[in-house]
């Protein structure tokens, strides 16, 4: 089986180089990496030519940044059997792609596998409340929301030619929406009737935001993707114990960590209650307003 792996990069070179020498060291050296090169610059050159040397480079360029759209651009290019969207700054054991073509090829009933997410160094999860669990198995609406992260998620071609990001949606949209396309995508797969599977024993291995992050930027990434995760919630018709909990959870940590006098744990918390908060009602509001007769919009 033959991988198409789609990344998206700005502004890093050390960090797609890290990725790059984890692919070198793969078990299943059948793939092809297209970069998706939103720099203005040609920093990328020297990297993408010193790597082709050792694996099928496509390295494309778009001047209109964000996420979701260079996902979308880069699936237009793919000739592999399996789909992954590796994060630039992400590192893939040497084991994993190996692993993810056995369960394809000996699964079939699967359009999906889901990988759990590992820091860079520990084997921890890099996200503290998402990321994966020691518990595989089947993916619902329920598990998809905590385990669908785009850089652990593995497709048949099949599911990717027949859906797309939402370019509304993740960072660089130029919208307030700053995360939560990931799932969103992975919910448009469970909508059309595509089969998901969760293999706690499968991972890869990210940067945990909290180890890079200074307090003012980790309060901005969490709002941002606060206000991705509630725009996500009002977009899709969910059970209401999930919109609940999803919504609620984040007030409940804040009182949490402030009883425990973890004020800066209580602060990244709250800014991503917030952002979700706000990013629900704003999303529940637009959808009402999208399905009002014309005569009524103002």
């Given at each position: 089986?033959r991988?198409?792996?789609?990344v ?8 797609l ?14 793939f ?7 720099n ?6 020297e ?5 082709s040397?050792?694996?099928?480079i ?68 890099a ?73 706690s024993?499968?991972?890869?291995r ?24 509630g ?22 940590h ?30 529940i ?14």
């Amino acid at each position: 089986m033959r991988f198409s792996l789609i990344v998206p990069t700005i502004n890093r070179v050390n960090e797609l180089e890290q990725l790059f020498q984890s692919l070198a060291t793969q078990h299943h050296n059948d793939f092809e990496v297209i970069v998706v090169d939103q720099n203005l610059d040609n920093r990328l050159e020297e990297l993408v030519t010193s790597y082709s040397q050792q694996f099928s480079i496509l390295h494309l360029k778009q001047t209109k940044r964000g996420l979701s759209r260079a996902r979308n651009l880069g699936k237009l290019h793919l000739k592999g059997d399996i789909i992954a969207f590796p994060d630039d700054d992400s590192v893939y054991p040497s084991t994993v792609l190996s692993q993810v073509a056995d369960f394809f090829e000996n699964e079939a009933a699967w359009d999906g596998v889901i990988a759990r997410i590992f820091d860079l160094n520990d084997n921890k999860n890099a996200f503290e409340f998402c990321g994966g669990d020691d518990e595989s198995g089947c993916v619902d609406y329920w598990k998809g929301y905590t385990v669908g992260i785009s850089h652990a998620m593995f497709f048949r071609t099949s599911v990717v030619k027949n859906l797309e990001f939402d370019e509304a949606m993740g960072v660089g949209s130029g919208t307030p929406w700053g995360a939560g396309e990931d799932v969103d995508y992975l919910f448009q797969c469970l909508d059309a009737g595509y089969q998901f599977y969760y293999d706690s024993q499968l991972y890869v291995r990210h940067p945990t935001p909290l180890k890079k992050n200074n307090f003012r930027q980790q309060i901005q990434r969490e709002y941002s993707y606060g206000l991705g995760n509630g725009y996500l919630l009002g977009k899709h018709n969910l059970p209401e114990p999930l919109i609940h909990s999803a919504t609620n959870s984040s007030y409940q940590h804040t009182i949490l960590e402030v009883t425990k006098g973890n004020l800066k744990r209580a602060a990244y918390f709250f800014a991503y209650g917030l952002g979700t908060s706000i990013g629900y009602f704003q999303s529940i509001n637009k959808c009402q307003m999208v399905h009002l007769p014309s005569d009524q919009l103002i």
